[in-house]
């Protein structure tokens, strides 16, 4: 027995060693066949969608030359691969490998498929050449789970390392100058390449350092380099007998960030003239117990009312069973969602009243307005039309949301508060700008639509889905008209408007909507504020900061 556990443990130690050697590089090259002449550059250690490529870019080839080092020519190797998309075929040299490997992010993100190389596949002293046709790039959030590795499949030696490390544990630096560590450990002579970029993809500092056998820390000093506020982006590479490296992100003094984009002219008489409108439409509230969502503590309902447009609107309420008036949550959903999983909310025990909103469009709201979510999908719906853009009723149905918890006897109105993130971020700033002193608090997650034009030019893939909205519908205006409209839907002009204590919460590899663009609309604030950074987390919110979002309105409300 004691035999069998000390080789399952070497077996374990040879496999997380080998998986180092990886013979194949990290940069590839990745073209569309619907644009076969453009070649992305693709780093596995970066997500998709950074990159400026997603799923709508169709089917396509990655691909790169590699060499095999000297201690493998000789031994079988074994490809692995784990890519976020569909995987239809590999070759290298030309030579049939293996394929069929569907798109598995949501449900085995790690999965590896592994192919034994056939002999003779390989140049064991020249050039070779992969090349993977694939389709449906996954969604990611902004972490990449991408792996392709050509590892020795039977041979054991000690392999490089490396990892970016920050003394903060936020990776906020607010007062002491930006520094990171790089932790390496190299067992030959080899290189370590050092590239730090900006949100907005530009190059702030590329260095090659040359390493020998050793297990050291580089400590580099930023206060030269990263003189601005914002977030940079941190990625090492070392090259010694295989390929390995790793990305971290810092964030540099966040809140001197300053948006470029001016707030139109007329966007506060835009939206007051809105608002009239919507004042005009007869809310005819109504709501019925609903025994599924009725349990424990709290009794649910499912509410109705009428917004902008005359546009039936719905959500799931939940109030205490016991008399008395209470604190409200307003919960606002993100792009897509539609509160389907209501757990949290029926199994809820803390004396709140929460409504959890489904906007036009979106869950038991899509009956009567559903655009979908591809194109032009909500955001794309009439994009070139200032009064019938989906955006400007959505905004007005989280209003009327607030009107409904103001009629209800159990409200406690100087405790209504509003919460979301992603769309919900941006819907949660819109709400309670508008409503101005009615609600108390409010907490965002990384927000969306907001300070738009430096959002555009961070996760650059957004002009596509800009053009493909505007092709849609035969090109009605000029890409720069459209973004005219989309200014007045930008959250990021609500946030001086709003007259309460505010909770912001970021995910420094967002790419769905960068913390910077969160920055922008959280430093106009003007009222109280506070803020928490996530140094791994993507707009996924892996460690849970949408959570985290109520617990802080809780708290607020003495909860």
Same mark, same amino acid.
């Given at each position: 027995m004691k035999h069998t556990l000390l080789t399952l443990l070497l077996l374990l130690f040879i496999t997380l060693q080998s998986f180092s050697q990886n013979q194949l590089p990290l940069d590839w090259t990745l073209t569309f066949d619907s644009a076969p002449a453009e070649q992305h550059k693709i780093n596995l250690l970066l997500s998709w969608e950074r990159q400026g490529v997603f799923d709508q870019d169709g089917k396509g080839c990655l691909s790169c030359n590699f060499s095999v080092n000297a201690p493998y020519r000789n031994e079988p190797l074994v490809l692995k691969v784990g890519l976020q998309c569909n995987v239809e075929k590999i070759f290298i040299n030309d030579i049939y #490998? +293996? @394929?069929? *490997?569907?798109? %598995? $992010?949501?449900?085995?993100r790690n999965r590896i498929s592994e192919y034994i190389l056939p002999k003779g596949c390989l140049k064991r002293s020249g050039k070779n050449h992969i090349r993977i046709y694939l389709s449906a790039l996954s969604y990611t959030g902004g972490i990449s789970h991408n792996s392709c590795t050509l590892t020795p499949q039977n041979i054991y030696k000690p392999t490089p390392e490396v990892s970016i490390r920050m003394l903060p544990t936020d990776h906020l630096f607010t007062t002491s100058a930006p520094a990171i560590n790089v932790h390496y450990k190299v067992i030959a002579k080899g290189t370590l390449h050092l590239q730090i970029n900006n949100a907005f993809h530009r190059r702030i500092l590329d260095r090659t350092f040359k390493v020998s056998p050793h297990d050291s820390v580089l400590n580099i000093n930023l206060k030269k380099e990263l003189p601005d506020p914002g977030f940079y982006e941190c990625i090492a590479q070392v090259t010694e007998n295989g390929n390995t490296g790793d990305v971290e992100w810092l964030a540099y003094r966040p809140e001197q960030i300053k948006c470029t984009q001016h707030t139109p002219e007329d966007f506060r008489a835009f939206w007051q003239s809105t608002l009239s409108e919507l004042k005009k439409v007869n809310p005819q509230f109504r709501m019925h117990k609903d025994e599924k969502l009725s349990r424990g503590k709290r009794d649910g309902y499912v509410v109705e009312m009428q917004s902008l447009g005359n546009i039936t609107i719905r959500g799931y309420y939940f109030k205490p069973r016991k008399a008395g008036r209470f604190p409200v949550i307003l919960h606002v959903p993100g792009y897509g969602q539609g509160f389907e999983n209501q757990d949290n909310l029926i199994n809820?025990?803390?004396?709140?009243?929460?409504? /959890?909103?489904?906007?036009? +469009? %979106? @869950?038991?709201? /899509?009956?009567? $307005?559903?655009? @979908?979510? @591809? *194109?032009?999908? #909500?955001?794309? !719906?009439?994009?070139?039309?200032?009064?019938?853009? /989906? !955006?400007? +009723? *959505? !905004?007005?149905?989280?209003?009327? /949301? #607030?009107?409904?918890l103001y009629s209800r006897l159990e409200t406690d109105t100087a405790r209504v508060g509003v919460c979301g993130g992603s769309q919900g971020g941006g819907l949660t700033l819109a709400t309670a700008g508008l409503c101005g002193k009615r609600i108390a608090a409010c907490a965002y997650f990384d927000p969306f639509l907001c300070d738009l034009h430096d959002f555009f030019n961070i996760r650059t893939l957004c002009k596509k889905q800009i053009i493909g909205f505007l092709n849609h519908y035969n090109n009605p205006c000029s890409y720069e008209e459209a973004l005219a409209i989309q200014e007045l839907i930008d959250t990021k002009g609500f946030a001086s408007w709003i007259t309460c204590p505010v909770y912001f919460t970021t995910a420094l590899f967002d790419d769905d909507c960068p913390p910077h663009v969160g920055f922008a609309a959280y430093n106009s604030i003007t009222t109280p504020k506070e803020f928490r950074i996530y140094p791994h987390d993507s707009h996924l919110g892996e460690s849970g900061p949408y959570g985290a979002l109520s617990e802080w309105l809780k708290k607020k409300f003495g909860l």
């Open positions: #490998i +293996g @394929g069929n *490997i569907p798109e %598995h $992010f949501w449900s085995q809820g025990s803390d004396d709140v009243t929460e409504l /959890a909103l489904c906007v036009r +469009g %979106h @869950g038991i709201s /899509a009956d009567v $307005f559903n655009p @979908g979510f @591809g *194109i032009p999908g #909500i955001w794309g !719906y009439k994009l070139n039309n200032r009064e019938e853009n /989906a !955006y400007r +009723g *959505i !905004y007005m149905d989280c209003v009327r /949301a #607030i009107d409904f």
